[in-house]
């Protein structure tokens, strides 16, 4: 079984719609991270949590929110989707001291 | 504040060829610096990293990587190409030593492998 997994794969919305991506892991870590790939812009941080109680927004946070509901449960909410949300979205997870980041292997969502 | 710089978004070799995938990093204080590759509709694997030891890193699937100070630059090479190597690579840089840990990612360098 996959260490980070994400639901759904896939996803097609309509604009204004609320949706939730969610993210689990089973390593163990206690930091998670929620991240958007566009093409020509690599991966963009959208919020960072390093324990159940520390959310933190990353450098593009508008129009996104999120959950920490456990230490192995991390959702992104898009509370009214955007088209210009339409992206690729990873969830990752990290240990300390060695920092090195897991990924999901990804959501793609589209919003028409 | 840590940026990343990847020169060439696409570069293309034959197979056989030597690969080099280059980036140029600024931070304010010693980084650690990491290579992820993306193969097509997979999430991201950690290649090799950076973290103030040896100076020449060895990574999986024969890559390595030599962190140079002096030129901030941490270039990505693997002797041969293989076809398998097609993918899209990128680099990353974080602060080093902090509680504060977060990746800051290149735009990425797609790679394609020519027969």
């Known amino acids: 079984d996959a260490d980070v997994t994400q639901t759904p794969r896939n996803r097609i919305t309509k604009t204004g719609k609320r949706i939730m991506l969610e993210c689990s892991q089973t390593k163990g870590h206690d930091r998670m991270y929620w991240y958007r790939q566009d093409p020509g812009l690599g991966l963009r941080l959208i919020y960072y949590s390093f324990d159940v109680k520390d959310i933190n927004k990353g450098e593009i946070s508008d129009g996104y929110s999120v959950s920490r509901q456990a230490q192995a449960k991390f959702s992104l909410s898009l509370e009214s989707a955007i088209p210009n949300q339409t992206a690729l979205y990873f969830c990752?997870?990290?240990?300390?001291?060695?920092?090195?980041?897991?990924f999901g292997p990804g959501t793609r969502l589209t919003v028409l | 504040a840590q940026s990343v710089t990847q020169l060439g978004s696409h570069v293309s070799v034959s197979e056989g060829a030597l690969v080099l995938l280059r980036c140029n990093y600024s931070s304010s204080v010693p980084p650690y610096l990491f290579w992820y590759v993306q193969y097509p509709n997979q999430g991201l694997q950690l290649l090799l990293k950076y973290t103030s030891a040896a100076t020449l890193v060895k990574g999986i699937n024969g890559f390595e990587a030599e962190f140079k100070k002096s030129e901030t630059s941490f270039h990505l090479t693997k002797p041969s190409a293989h076809m398998s190597d097609a993918a899209e690579y990128f680099c990353?840089?974080?602060?080093?030593?902090?509680?504060?840990?977060?990746?800051?990612f290149g735009k990425g360098t797609l790679l394609t492998v020519n027969p």
């Open positions: 990353a840089v974080s602060l080093s030593g902090g509680s504060n840990y977060k990746l800051t």
């Open positions: 990752a997870t990290s240990d300390f001291p060695t920092d090195t980041q897991y």
